[in-house]
Structures are given as structure tokens and as C-alpha cells.
């Protein structure tokens, strides 16, 4: 009877130990970026260069929505030195919409820094540079919920710099 006993107590030991925890799942990605959701979880985060990029959560650090009929989403950095992604989808996009990021289209993605290879701790003067390529794809748009969700990547070229590659973006925001 004892070692029946034993076997029962680790067979649930061992299998109630493997449960999901649904307030906790799995990762998407390898890299410790932010699963990609789709619940307004206010994320904005993506790889530079390979590097993790994840925005600052607050008011004035991610944001987005629909205005105007045109999707846009934003996130940033604000130490040591500014640092904003940008996209805007204009032109009625729609859920489940794949747009390509050019910079005379209404599919824009951007960087706004005072952060370039000359001046690398900030300080220099804030600039726009616009991505040359890249794609936008909108997973969710829920005007009732206020939700907006999606993944991008770009390469914004820095006259001067290094060309930024941008990968493995997302977003979910809540506006």
C-alpha cells in the first residue's frame, strides 16, 4: 500500500506542477520582447540592430488609435536621451491589412531622436528619419474596445550611421 501511495503522490506532484498558467503565457519570441497581444495591454517594443527596444510604459510614452481614418501607434525612450518609433497607417486600414512602409505612401514609419552616431548621449538637435521599407501589419482594430494591435519591421538608413534594422516590432495599444 505504501509504495502505491508514494507512485499516486509524486504522479500528481508531477502533473499538477505542469499546468499553464493562463495569467502567464508562453513567450512568442526568444528574445524577452513582450508577447505579441491583442488585448490593449499597451505595449510598443521591437529589435534594433538585434538589441531589444521596449518603450516606457506611461501616458506620454505609448500611444495610438484611429484618426481621421488612419491607424497610428507610437512608443519611446526618454533616457539618457529621446528616442521615438512612429508608424501611421492612413487610408481606411483595415484588420488583418498588410501595408507596405514607404516614405511618400500613407504607410509611414519614423524615428525621433537627438541621438545619432555624432552625438550618441543626446543632446544634439531632435530629428525625423523616415523608414525606407518595411511592413505593417494590423491584427486588431477595435473601435468599441478603443484597441489597436499589430506587428511591424522597417530599415530606417541615418545619413551618417549605421542603418537601423528594425524587427520583430509589435503593438498593442489601448487609446
Given at each position: 500500500?505504501?509504495?502505491?501511495?508514494?507512485?499516486?503522490?509524486?504522479?500528481?506532484?508531477?502533473?499538477?506542477?505542469?499546468?499553464?498558467?493562463?495569467?502567464?503565457?508562453?513567450?512568442?519570441?526568444?528574445?524577452?520582447?513582450?508577447?505579441?497581444?491583442?488585448?490593449?495591454?499597451?505595449?510598443?517594443?521591437?529589435?534594433?540592430?538585434?538589441?531589444?527596444?521596449?518603450?516606457?510604459?506611461?501616458?506620454?510614452?505609448?500611444?495610438?488609435?484611429?484618426?481621421?481614418?488612419t491607424?497610428?501607434?507610437?512608443?519611446?525612450?526618454?533616457?539618457?536621451?529621446?528616442e521615438?518609433?512612429?508608424?501611421?497607417?492612413g487610408?481606411?486600414?483595415?484588420e488583418?491589412?498588410?501595408?507596405?512602409?514607404?516614405?511618400?505612401?500613407?504607410?509611414?514609419?519614423?524615428?525621433?531622436?537627438?541621438?545619432?552616431?555624432?552625438?550618441?548621449?543626446g543632446?544634439?538637435?531632435?530629428?525625423?528619419?523616415?523608414?525606407?521599407?518595411?511592413q505593417?501589419?494590423?491584427?486588431?482594430?477595435?473601435?468599441?474596445?478603443?484597441i489597436?494591435?499589430g506587428?511591424?519591421?522597417?530599415?530606417?538608413?541615418?545619413?551618417?550611421?549605421?542603418?537601423?534594422?528594425?524587427?520583430?516590432?509589435?503593438?498593442?495599444?489601448?487609446?
Amino acid at each position: 500500500m505504501k509504495p502505491m501511495f508514494i507512485a499516486l503522490s509524486l504522479f500528481c506532484i508531477l502533473f499538477s506542477s505542469c499546468k499553464k498558467d493562463k495569467n502567464n503565457p508562453e513567450p512568442d519570441n526568444p528574445y524577452g520582447l513582450p508577447n505579441a497581444t491583442q488585448t490593449g495591454a499597451n505595449i510598443f517594443a521591437c529589435r534594433v540592430n538585434g538589441q531589444n527596444w521596449i518603450s516606457e510604459k506611461g501616458i506620454y510614452s505609448i500611444g495610438g488609435g484611429i484618426y481621421n481614418d488612419t491607424l497610428f501607434a507610437f512608443g519611446s525612450l526618454d533616457v539618457p536621451y529621446l528616442e521615438t518609433f512612429s508608424l501611421r497607417v492612413g487610408e481606411h486600414p483595415v484588420e488583418g491589412g498588410v501595408y507596405a512602409i514607404a516614405i511618400n505612401s500613407s504607410t509611414i514609419f519614423d524615428l525621433l531622436s537627438n541621438k545619432n552616431c555624432s552625438c550618441p548621449n543626446g543632446g544634439c538637435t531632435v530629428n525625423t528619419i523616415y523608414a525606407t521599407a518595411g511592413q505593417v501589419n494590423i491584427t486588431k482594430i477595435d473601435t468599441q474596445r478603443e484597441i489597436v494591435s499589430g506587428k511591424f519591421h522597417a530599415k530606417v538608413p541615418i545619413t551618417g550611421c549605421d542603418t537601423l534594422f528594425i524587427t520583430d516590432g509589435r503593438f498593442d495599444i489601448r487609446y
